[in-house]
């Protein structure tokens, strides 16, 4: 249906003659759906919707590209801007990286996806269970951890997550990649969110990514602000884009925190899981 | 003076707006605003009329509308024995919390329960729903995993007749509505069980996608009614006005922690007053 809403769009820019103002707020205001439908934010969507009307109406088309074919490239410049071009993942010789998230978005498997990823490019890596809440999350870690065949330390009856950390450490010394999975939490879980903080001093991490599920609609941004204040993120992993969701709560993800998203999860096995392609997630989005 | 469309317009601007801001999604927030400019447009209101408040009033009882009520306990008080519910899902929403807290609920309610650890293809989901069924002190029937999902399912109910039990909660793994093959297993599995109730299991958080996943499971299996977890993250939850209006079955149940009385009969005239104070 989000095709079909854009190819009515196109269809409405490439059968018209010329393109006037008129013909640019509408073409605007099918854009803003698509957004919406995305789940982009709503003042992000307003916001958009003034600059890609000004660009439009004001600046000249590049020689050899109709008015129309003008407007069509702004959208997707300005999403692009928001987003930045396409990074491989920058990979130092040793690093440590901590996974954060609300509760559900996709943690515990993207730890093991990135621990087979940076073996795959040549660093050891290990991870950390310190998940001390969620009933069997150690089984979970180990069961998926060895498909990846990743060592992992966790304590199965532990309940002070900093205390598995510390030695946590200890046992990761000869590793490259230390991966520290969490228990999940919302910013209105003030004893969890002082949890993660504590968490963060002790790991003393380069990476924090905070792990978004696509399907996270309009609290994003306000989420994703609230762990970018409490601990500083580096990055964002969006995961379950292999579903219907669009996954426009990013945007503002990475317009709240000054981010970028690192990686994408395309479905649960330990292989899916991709650099971020911001042509591809826009194209998605627009369809 | 006359509503016309341009003013009914404008005074339902702001209200669309808080409607998507709360995760309404678009196309139900479209079908509450068409509901509400039926209900008004080319009428004429006194002078002194608040038309403000009178739309806004107009298009909380337009919301309210989308809801059917729905008594979760009173159904299985009056249904047969054992009474099978399937709970089904995208990954990750809460579906296997949620049926510690139903079985907590119907076990201080007086139901005998069991419960079918019926994922059988997560890593941990056997362990998990077995810690929480031994906190719960509540029988879990499970196989190994990878094993055929309903056949435990099947188990359990068999286990549930023979021992003459009340309630049947049948823990099923997430699943995508874009993957076939799991879309399918999920058909057998109810086709299998025969549940009296299959039950979506959605997150407050979530937005647009909702309306078209619970849509393709509503195909492969009708869907019976709904429970929205994570209400407690400080979302306004429009996914549940998205889900009921898409539904048109009840939403029984708000998931508000993670504890396993976490658990609050919906109410939907309070919701919607929480979206649209
Ligand atoms: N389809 C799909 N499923 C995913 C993806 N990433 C994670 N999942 C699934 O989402 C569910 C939740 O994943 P977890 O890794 O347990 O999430 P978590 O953040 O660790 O959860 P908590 O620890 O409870 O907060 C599981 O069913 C995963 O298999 C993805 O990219 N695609
Ligand atoms: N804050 C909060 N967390 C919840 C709620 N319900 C479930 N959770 C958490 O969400 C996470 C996922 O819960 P699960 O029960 O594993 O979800 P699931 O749908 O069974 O996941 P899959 O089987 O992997 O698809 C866990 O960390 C739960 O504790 C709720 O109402 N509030
Ligand atoms: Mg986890
Ligand atoms: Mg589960």
Known sequence: ?287 | AVLDENRLDELLFDLELALIESDVALEVVDAVKADVKAALLGRSFGRGADLSAIVKQALRDSVKKVFVDGDLLEIIREGKRPFVIVFVGVNGTGKTTTIAKVARLLEREGFSTVIAAADTYRAGAIEQIEKHASNLGVRLIKQGRGADSAAVAFDAIEHARARGLDVVLIDTAGRMDTNVNLMDELKKVVRVSRPDLVLFVGDALSGNAVVEQVRTFHQYTPIDGAIITKADADAKGGSAISIAATLKRPVFFLGTGQGYDDLQRFNGSWFVDQILP
């Open chain 1, 1 to 287: 249906k989000l095709s079909d809403s854009l190819t009515g769009v196109i269809k409405k820019i490439t059968r018209a003659p010329f393109i006037d103002e008129k013909l640019v707020k509408e073409v605007v205001r099918d854009i803003q759906r698509s957004l919406l439908v995305s789940d982009v934010n709503v003042r992000l969507v307003m916001d958009l919707s003034k600059r890609i009307e000004e660009r439009a109406l004001q600046q000249k088309a590049i020689a050899g590209l109709t008015k129309k074919e003008h407007v069509i490239k702004v959208v997707y410049e300005e999403l692009i801007s928001l987003l930045g071009e396409k990074q491989d993942y920058h990979l130092p010789t040793k690093t440590r990286v901590m996974l954060i998230g609300i509760q559900g978005s996709g943690k515990t498997t993207t730890s093991v996806k990135l621990a087979k990823f940076f073996s795959k490019k040549g660093l050891r890596p290990f991870i950390i269970a310190a998940d001390t809440y969620r009933p069997a999350a150690y089984d979970q870690l180990l069961q998926l951890a060895e498909k990846a065949n990743v060592k992992v330390y966790g304590e199965p009856e532990g309940k002070d997550p900093v205390k598995i950390v510390e030695s946590g450490l200890e046992k990761a010394a000869h590793a490259d990649a230390v991966i520290l999975d969490t228990a999940g939490r919302h910013k209105s879980e003030e004893e969890l969110f002082r949890e993660m903080k504590e968490l963060a001093q002790r790991f003393r991490p380069d990476e924090k990514l905070l792990v978004i599920d696509s399907n996270l609609g309009q609290s994003a941004g306000k989420q994703a602000a609230a762990f970018h204040k409490a601990i500083g993120l580096t990055g964002v992993v969006l995961t379950k884009l292999d579903g219907s969701a669009k996954g426009g709560g990013a945007l503002s993800a990475v317009a709240e925190t000054g981010t970028k998203i690192r990686f994408v999860g395309l479905g649960e096995g330990i292989d899916d899981l991709e650099i971020f392609d911001p042509e591809r997630f826009v194209s998605r989005i627009l369809g």
